[in-house]
């Protein structure tokens, strides 16, 4: 099984917005990725299954083939088969702060590694945007992220109390060290290695 990284395309927007209510189903308001898209700060990306490709049966018709359901697909409005979304992550480019704003991963594709995946994409993105280290904010309640995200290099660096509007839960504030350091290179070199093995990519 491979998986492919590409920014994120408003015909993913269907499935990127499946993903976030079944991640994170308490979230309110929950977040616009249409309106992201046109976020001049913001940069998201997306991994695909290469294996699978979405079914244009299962995606919900446009707008003309509802009123026309006799219309025949054609050049105008045919529907080819999207590639299968397997999770996203986004952030914020906030100076030379790379804020995490989402991670997100489909419930049959968790603890395969696509956390991890998304992970070192946004250390490369952030690099590329000349970001001198991320940020993220976690629920005080999430210990596994909590673990995943200091397995990555990230250490607690603040608390924002009753930061979630669903239920004013506490959010842990979690910070790299410099992103051009010899340490956070040398982390990211084993752990990109440890990932391809659990991948199977070559």
């Known amino acids: 099984m491979t998986y492919s990284l590409r920014p994120l395309e408003k015909e993913?927007?269907?499935?990127?917005?499946?993903i976030d209510r079944e991640a994170f189903p308490?979230?309110?308001p929950p977040p616009n990725?249409?309106?992201?898209?046109q976020n001049k700060i913001a940069h998201y990306i997306v991994t695909a299954d290469d294996s699978r490709m979405l079914d244009p049966a299962a995606t919900r018709p446009s707008l003309i083939q509802r009123l026309m359901p006799w219309l025949k697909a054609g050049s105008s409005g045919e529907q080819n088969p999207r590639q299968f979304i397997a999770g996203f992550a986004g952030?914020?480019?906030?100076?030379?702060?790379?804020?995490?704003?989402?991670?997100?991963?489909?419930?049959?594709?968790r603890g395969k590694g696509i956390g991890g995946l998304l992970l070192i994409a946004i250390f490369d993105l952030a690099s590329?945007?000349?970001a001198s280290f991320l940020t993220l904010e976690v629920r005080a309640s999430n210990l596994n992220a909590q673990k995943l995200y200091?397995?990555?290099g990230f250490a607690h660096t603040g608390l924002r109390r009753?930061?979630?509007l669903d239920n004013?839960?506490?959010?842990?504030?979690?910070?790299?060290?410099?992103?051009?350091s010899p340490e956070v290179q040398q982390r990211l070199s084993g752990l990109r290695e440890s990932l391809k093995e659990k991948l199977n990519q070559p």
């Open 128 to 130: 590329e945007l000349k």
């Open 33 to 37: 990725y249409k309106q992201e898209m």
């Open 91 to 109: 952030i914020w480019m906030l100076v030379d702060e790379a804020h995490i704003t989402n991670i997100a991963v489909r419930d049959e594709y």
């Open 168 to 180: 004013r839960e506490d959010a842990i504030i979690m910070s790299t060290g410099s992103l051009n």
């Open 150 to 152: 200091e397995r990555y």
């Open 12 to 18: 993913d927007l269907e499935q990127v917005n499946a």
């Open 162 to 164: 009753g930061y979630y």
């Open 26 to 28: 308490t979230q309110w």
